[in-house]
Nanobody, 114 residues
Framework: QVHVVESGGGLVQPGGSLRLSCQAS????????MGWYRQAPGKQRELVAR???????TYADSVKGRFTVSRDDAKNMVNLQMNSLKPEDTAVYYC????????WGQGTQVTVSS
């Protein structure tokens, strides 16, 4: 069993920054994919950023140049540094870690508003 917990969400003004962290624990010690998705009200869940064990990253076009995903395999953690936040970044952000199965966190709310 794998337990995934996100932290770091909150309320921030447009142009501000937040850092999300995700900790995975349990019976699996290495995850091929670690990353972040988000879901805004009335919209489908979408990929924000992900990183593979070889360091290859993928970003949504809407966050390129503003968000940075990183991982610490020794701690089974994945982080998302979010800069230059916009109101349209408001969503619940979910951490995903995956091997042959996907494991999701419960989500953390990010609200960008003045």
């Amino acid at each position: 069993q794998v337990h995934v917990v996100e932290s770091g969400g909150g309320l921030v003004q447009p142009g501000g920054s937040l850092r999300l962290s995700c900790q995975a624990s349990g019976s699996i010690f290495s995850f091929y994919v670690m990353g972040w998705y988000r879901q805004a009200p009335g919209k489908q869940r979408e990929l924000v950023a992900r990183i593979l064990t070889n360091g290859h990253t993928t970003y949504a076009d809407s966050v390129k140049g503003r968000f940075t995903v990183s991982r610490d395999d020794a701690k089974n953690m994945v982080n998302l540094q979010m800069n230059s936040l916009k109101p349209e970044d408001t969503a619940v952000y979910y951490c995903l870690v995956a091997t042959t199965e996907n494991y999701w966190g419960q989500g953390t709310q990010v609200t960008v508003s003045s």
